[in-house]
Each structure stands twice: as C-alpha cells, then as structure tokens.
C-alpha cells in the first residue's frame, strides 16, 4: 500500500515533508498539482482547465496508476479533492484523512475567497501578492522561515490556477457534500483540523467528521496544521493507519 499525500492552496508538495519524515513509513508519495510549481501537461490553459473537476480526474489517475490500496491525506484544496476522490472512486482507498478544507453546504467562503473568484478583483489581489507580502502573511502561523520558503514558489502560473480553482468552486459544498454524506462510514478516516483556523472553522472539521464516522484531531495551531503541527499531525494518521 502507499500514502498519497496531496497539498492545497498556495502550498506546494513539500508541504508534507515533516509530516512524512515522521509517520514511520516509506511507502509515501506528496503529488505535484499541476501549475503549482510543475511542468504543465500539454495543451493545459489554467485559466480553462485548472478546475476542481480537473484536478480531481488528474488524482484519480495518479491513484489508479499506482494501482493498489491507498492510504490517502489531503490539506486545504487537497482536503477538498480528497473528500471528491474518496466519495467517487472509494474502490481506489483504503483509508483516507483530510482536514482544513470543508465540503459543506452551510459553509460561507472566506474573504479572500471570494476576492478570488470575483472577475478583475481576483487579477488585482493577484498583482499585489508578492512574494514579501505573503511571507509576512504566513509568518505568524508557521514562522518566518516556513513562510519564506511558501512564499517563494508563488509564481503567476500557481495565481491563475488558483483563480480558476477557485471560481470553479462557488458552489462546492452544495455539489459535492450528498456524495460524501452517502459514503459515510464506509472506509476508515481521519478529520485533522487547526483549533484555530481563520480560513474554515473547526465546526466544520466536526461536522465532516460525524458525516463520515472519522476520528476527530483538533490541533493547537492555525490553517496550516501540515507545516506548524506536523508531529501531531503525524501522530493522528499513524492512529488511522493502525486502525485500518
């Protein structure tokens, strides 16, 4: 079997390093979503494919390709795609753990969200996000090195597959939530959350989790719990592994 591990937005794969150097196996894989910092596959227009529709055929390749049981963990955006994936292709999981990204009907989008899916205004906060600017913004939850290094593979090919991705997903919750609710309990699973996110509150770390019958890890930290509570982290998805 093998952990696929997939990184939200504006993360890269090496999101997970930590989490990875710690969860006491070697069987793991951290995807490279396409436009964010990797080669593009051919013909790809961000500003037409880089869709949650998209991205969620292009994981469900990368599984099937590897052809076997997944153990399957996603952050943010990857906590999004990994409810789509575990709920339209369970037959690819063994287990899955997801947290920081709510698929849910009653959840409202953040404020930046909903700058970025706004036409014009999304390209203006875009033109403004400099690399300066967004180490200074992630500093106070992962410190100044960590946010350096995000901040860093923030390129404008990454911006407009975010605006994409994002203007994609206005209604996500109300799409998909009746196919996560209907997968339940079926496959083992974990919800891993920041006690105290300001992008997707814990309530709906808890809702998911009653929804689908999964362990509950609340985590004394922002968003970014892959990168500011890795150990705990690491911790909460080796409890699942085991249980499986």
Same mark, same amino acid.
């Given at each position: ?5 997939? $990184? ?8 997970? =390093?930590?989490? %990875? ?10 995807? *490279? ?6 080669? +593009? ?7 037409? =494919? ?11 390749? #990368? ?11 996603? $952050? ?14 369970? =037959? &690819?999981? %063994? ?14 989008? $953040? ?5 970025? #899916?706004?036409?014009? +205004?999304? *390209? #203006? ?37 975010? &605006? ?6 206005? =209604?996500?919750?109300?799409?998909? #939530?009746?196919?996560?609710?209907? +997968? ?26 009653? %929804? ?18 890795? +150990? ?10 085991? %249980?499986?």
């Amino acid at each position: 079997m093998t952990a696929v591990f997939i $990184h939200g937005v504006p993360e890269t794969a090496e999101i997970w =390093d930590e989490i %990875r150097a710690n969860c006491a196996r070697s069987d793991t894989i951290a995807l *490279e979503l396409p436009g964010f910092g990797t080669p +593009l596959p051919d013909g790809f227009v961000p500003e037409v =494919d880089a869709t949650k529709e998209f991205y969620t055929g292009w994981i469900i390749e #990368q599984l099937e390709r590897i052809g076997e049981p997944i153990d399957l963990v996603g $952050h943010d955006w990857g906590a999004l795609l990994a409810q789509r994936v575990a709920s339209v292709r369970p =037959d &690819l999981l %063994r287990t899955w753990a997801c947290g920081g990204g709510p698929i849910d009907a009653t959840y409202v989008w $953040h404020e930046t969200a909903k700058a970025w #899916q706004t036409p014009e +205004l999304g *390209e #203006q906060i875009m033109e403004a996000m400099t690399e300066g600017v967004l180490a200074v913004a992630f500093t106070s939850e992962v410190g100044a090195t960590a946010a350096a290094r995000m901040a860093s593979h923030i390129d404008d090919m990454m911006k407009r597959c975010i &605006l994409t991705l994002y203007r994609s997903a206005i =209604d996500v919750g109300a799409e998909w #939530q009746p196919a996560v609710d209907a +997968l339940g309990d079926t496959l083992p699973a974990a919800v891993i959350w920041g006690a105290n996110d300001i992008y997707a509150p814990p309530l709906m770390g808890e809702r998911l989790a009653t %929804r689908i019958g999964a362990s509950l890890h609340v985590l004394d930290c922002g968003h970014f719990w892959p990168l500011a509570a890795p +150990l705990a982290a690491a911790d909460a998805l080796r409890d699942l592994w085991e %249980r499986a």
